[in-house]
């Protein structure tokens, strides 16, 4: 697992850091959210971790739900969340840090569509708190769709 770089200086994300994304996915196998988890393309060189949600833990209106996980050896990392709904909506945000012309290295791409993008600050970049950060959301997420229901 990499620690970020106090300063980045690449304008590049690295390399896929195998060890960070195998940590999440320990993490993410134990929590009761997920239903499972799958490497892309494979658990030997993954470059992307894909946790599927428990479709059981949502309201109805909602068909599917998906965590996926870039993370590299420069620190830098892409959490994506994705819900999908019975009407065919889409509901997603996602979380960055990488190097951009449009924000700061970290950022935030705001739901419903994930388009609209604001400057992030996080108390710590290390993976466990980006996890924290982004579970916690994640479970707001799902009280606020029960509560609407």
Same mark, same amino acid.
């Given at each position: ?47 992307? $971790?894909?946790? @599927?949600?428990?479709?059981?833990? =949502?309201?109805?209106?909602? +068909? !599917?739900?998906?965590?996926? /996980? ?51 600050? $996080?108390?710590? @970049?290390?993976?466990?708190?980006? =996890?924290?950060?982004?579970? +916690? !959301?994640?479970?707001?997420? /799902? ?7």
């Amino acid at each position: 697992m990499s620690q970020p770089p106090e300063a980045p200086a690449s304008h590049s994300t690295g390399p896929p850091d195998r060890q960070t994304l195998r940590l999440l996915e320990r993490h993410l196998s134990s929590d009761s959210l997920v239903a499972e988890t799958a490497f892309d393309p494979d658990s030997y060189e993954p470059r992307l $971790l894909r946790g @599927l949600l428990d479709a059981g833990r =949502y309201p109805d209106t909602a +068909t !599917a739900a998906r965590l996926d /996980i870039r993370w590299f050896t420069t620190g830098d990392f892409s959490v994506h969340y994705v819900e999908e709904h019975e009407n065919g909506e889409r509901w997603e945000c996602r979380w960055d840090r990488h190097p951009n012309t449009h924000n700061t290295r970290l950022h935030f791409h705001e739901p419903p569509s994930a388009i609209k993008i604001t400057d992030l600050e $996080l108390p710590s @970049l290390h993976p466990l708190e980006v =996890y924290s950060t982004v579970l +916690t !959301a994640i479970e707001q997420r /799902i009280e606020t769709l029960w509560s609407s229901q």
